[in-house]
C-alpha cells in the first residue's frame, strides 16, 4: 500500500515559480518510477514529467519542457517539480503519481501509473 501527499500548490502571477512536492510512504519508494501530471475542468488528464526509480533518466511533456523540472530524493522519500516561467495555461490541478509495476523505467500514459496523490491547485494569473 502507497500514499502519495502533494503540497506546494498555489497562486502565482504569470513568469512566477513554484515547487510542488510529493511524499510517499508505504511500498519501496526507491524502486517506484514516479511522474506529475496535470489535469484542467473539462480537460483530460496531461503528461508533465516523468522520473526512473534511480533518478537518472527524466521525461517531460513538450509544453512544459525547459520549465519544469522533476527531481527525486529517495532518502526522504519524496519527489519535486520544480515550475518557472509560469503561464496561465499551465492552471491545473496537479497530481503525482506512482508505478509500482517493477518496470525499468517511467511510462507517458496515466495508466502506466497505479498510485496517485489527490491533486494540488495550481493557479496562474495572467
Known amino acids: 500500500q502507497v500514499q502519495l501527499v502533494e503540497s506546494g500548490g498555489g497562486s502565482v502571477q504569470a513568469g512566477g515559480s513554484l515547487r510542488l512536492s510529493c511524499a510517499a510512504s508505504?511500498?519501496?519508494?526507491?524502486?517506484?518510477?514516479m511522474a506529475w501530471f496535470r489535469q484542467a475542468p473539462g480537460k483530460e488528464r496531461e503528461f508533465v514529467a516523468a522520473?526512473?526509480?534511480?533518478?537518472?533518466?527524466?521525461y517531460y511533456g513538450d509544453s512544459v519542457k525547459g520549465r519544469f523540472t522533476i527531481s527525486r530524493d529517495n532518502a526522504k522519500n519524496t519527489v519535486s517539480l520544480q515550475m518557472n516561467s509560469l503561464k496561465p495555461e499551465d492552471t491545473a490541478v496537479y497530481y503525482c503519481?506512482?508505478?509500482?509495476?517493477?518496470?525499468?523505467?517511467?511510462?507517458?500514459?496515466?495508466?502506466?501509473?497505479?498510485?496517485w496523490g489527490q491533486g494540488t491547485q495550481v493557479t496562474v494569473s495572467s
Open positions: 522520473i526512473s526509480w534511480r533518478g537518472t533518466n527524466t
Open positions: 503519481a506512482a508505478d509500482g509495476s517493477g518496470r525499468a523505467y517511467p511510462l507517458r500514459r496515466s495508466t502506466g501509473y497505479n498510485y
Open positions: 508505504g511500498g519501496t519508494f526507491s524502486m517506484y518510477n
